[in-house]
């Protein structure tokens, strides 16, 4: 099992940044793929980013490449979202995300989840 524990959300201006930060247990941490995804009210959840198990591979989707990174500490058990020139459009709760498969931009490929951080982001 894994536990994944999320902060760093908020409220922030349009333009601004917020560093969000995942902090896993339970489970060798290099051993598994993470990933950020988000949920807006009334829509779907959506993929992010992700990150490899070294670290050296990352993938955002299109509408936040420019703006966020993802990095990770594998000895700090820890994997964060860097958010900068945030927009409205932004807004929705947050979730970290890990599996045990070698990589994974869908939901469904993730087998834990944490419990989710607000961002807002007013105009």
């Known amino acids: 099992q894994v536990q994944l524990v999320e902060s760093g959300g908020g409220l922030v201006q349009a333009g601004g940044s917020l560093r969000l930060s995942c902090a896993a247990s339970?489970?060798?941490?290099?051993?598994?793929?993470m990933g950020w995804f988000r949920q807006a009210p009334g829509k779907e959840r959506e993929f992010v980013a992700a990150?490899?198990?070294?670290?050296?591979?990352?993938y955002n989707t299109d509408s936040v490449k420019g703006r966020f990174t993802i990095s990770r500490d594998n000895a700090k058990n820890t994997v964060v979202l860097q958010m900068n020139w945030l927009k409205p459009e932004d807004t929705a709760v947050y979730y970290c995300?890990?599996?045990?498969?070698?990589?994974?931009?869908?939901?469904?490929?993730?087998?834990?989840w944490g419990q989710g951080t607000q961002v807002t982001v007013s105009s």
């Open positions: 990150i490899s198990r070294s670290g050296v591979s990352t």
């Open positions: 995300a890990a599996t045990l498969t070698s990589w994974g931009t869908q939901g469904h490929e993730y087998d834990y």
């Open positions: 339970g489970r060798t941490f290099s051993a598994l793929t």
